[in-house]
């Protein structure tokens, strides 16, 4: 009898799994049916992918090898390129050189410091002090035995170009802290702190002052109080002008308000503020501080004095995709693209994924020019799973849904809570999320975008969060 009952458990046993599986497969055609009715999608573009890890059975799909703009969620691309190529213990230098000859203490020729896209340098959020870079400097310049230098502090910036942004970013965003010029010396995170004073609803605000203190950069502010507590203000003006726009509303009756501008030329102020630490610390310097793009300077035969190298590619990563910095993403892309020469679409391409799908114009997902399918996402999302040598580093890059960083309030207070590692991307009538799901003892990669859009941006991340939980 035994024999019997076990008999019919195992002949059943597959019926009942592919019943489960049809309900389960019902279930998610259902709630993406419902999703897709909402009132605020009814004009909408959307994209949307789930795949099983375990077996490559694609869960949930729509649209999904359709373009559509992803925003920030482009930086998967931009992290997964650059560890599974360079490696997640890679680190930016940047040399000191000199190019002369020392003579009685005397350093006859020039100082140089050499930039190859170190985004780090003064940076808040790796926590890089650059006065600790300053005082290694230092120590170099003197166990070189050069107490003066007849000639300049000259900082070579070129290898990125002089470009700085990209030719397919809106007006609107240039000249703002988020999307700072790109050179291969950065310095602070090429941010400027600029410290307001507002008053009454409508009245002008006052600034107060400026980190760090950039002395020839004009601003013209004309920023004004508001009864929001928003901040709606803005920063617009081209890379290397001294000049500054400052447009918009803070929160009225706030006795200090910071607005981030961009600095306008990185390699100019490293280069002054080099100049005036070794001058405060006994090493006179008889020219201005200056950078290659004004003097358009070629070293004879540069001697190295001392390399400052960033943190890990790994923890750089991390902030990217953590915190969405564009500024890091940037830098990364640059150095693929213009040091390394990656094309990243071949390369991607080679590693057997499908790549037309991708248009790609930058390295942080500022653009609305980008695009990408749902289905490129996942298919990297599966190889940095599950070929790359650096998986683990790229799988903890991303924050954890209802925890951390850009998605600190996704998913949070649901199932969902804590096992997701999501990127999250907006722009303009843009709304992204993409990443790992782990439910049921499985892992899962989704990646869901939605363009154009009608309502509230926390109402339609009500519905992605409610299509998920269904999903899952």
């Known amino acids: 009898m035994k024999n019997k009952i076990s008999y019919y458990f195992f002949l059943f046993l597959p019926l009942f799994i592919l019943s489960f599986s049809l309900e389960l497969e019902a279930q998610n055609q259902t709630s993406l049916r419902k999703f897709l009715n909402e009132p605020h999608l009814k ?37 997964a390129t650059a560890l599974d190529i360079l490696g997640k213990n890679f680190s930016f230098q940047t040399k000191l050189l000199y190019d002369g000859e020392i003579l009685d203490g005397i350093l006859l020729g020039d100082l140089i410091i050499e930039g190859f896209g170190d985004p780090t340098l003064g940076s808040e959020f790796l926590s890089q002090d650059i006065s600790s870079v300053y005082s290694k400097f230092f120590q170099a310049i003197n166990n070189a035995g050069i107490k003066k230098i007849n000639g300049r502090v000259i900082v070579l910036d070129q290898h990125f170009g002089y470009e700085g942004i990209s030719g397919k970013w809106m007006w609107e965003d240039i000249g703002n802290a988020y999307s700072s010029a790109i050179y291969g010396i950065s310095i602070y995170d090429n941010t400027c702190k600029i410290e307001l004073q507002s008053f009454q609803v409508g009245k002008d605000t006052k600034i107060l002052n400026m980190r760090p203190n950039i002395t020839d950069l004009q601003l013209i502010n004309e920023i004004k109080g508001a009864a929001s507590n928003a901040d709606n203000s803005y920063v617009s003006g081209i890379p290397f002008s001294n000049n500054r726009r400052l447009y918009g509303t803070i929160p009225q009756n706030r006795s200090s308000f910071i607005v981030k501008s961009d600095i306008p030329d990185p390699g100019l102020l490293l280069a002054r503020e080099i100049k005036q630490y070794l001058t405060n610390n006994g090493i006179a310097i008889t020219q201005e501080a200056t950078t290659n793009r004004l003097v358009s300077f070629t070293p004879t035969s540069p001697i190295l004095l001392t390399a400052h190298r960033s943190p890990s590619l790994a923890s750089i990563v991390r902030v990217i995709n953590e915190r969405s910095n564009n500024h890091y993403a940037e830098h990364v892309y640059q150095y693929l693209t ?135």
């Not at 559509?68 to 969620?73: A, I, R, Y």
């Open 338 to 472: 213009k040091i390394e020469g990656v094309d990243i679409l071949s390369y991607w391409k080679k590693q057997g994924i499908t790549t037309s799908s991708l248009f790609l114009f930058d390295g942080s997902g500022i653009s609305a020019a980008n695009a990408v399918s749902v289905t490129f996402l996942t298919d990297i999302l599966i190889y940095m799973n599950d070929r790359s040598l650096e998986s683990d580093a790229f799988y903890e890059s991303f924050p954890i849904a209802g925890k951390e960083g850009t998605v600190v309030s996704f998913l949070r207070g649901t199932c969902l809570e804590g096992k997701a590692k999501v990127k999250s991307g907006s722009l303009t009538n843009v709304q992204s999320y993409s990443g790992y799901i782990n439910s049921n003892g499985k892992r899962y990669a989704f990646a869901i975008i939605v363009n154009q859009y009608n309502g509230t941006r926390s109402n339609l991340r009500k519905s992605i969060e409610s299509l998920l939980i269904s999903s899952f």
């Open 43 to 79: 004009h909408a573009a959307i994209g949307l992918k789930i795949v099983d890890l375990s077996s490559g059975e694609v869960v949930l799909s729509h649209n999904e090898n359709t373009s559509f703009t992803p925003g920030s969620t482009m930086k998967i691309v931009t992290t």
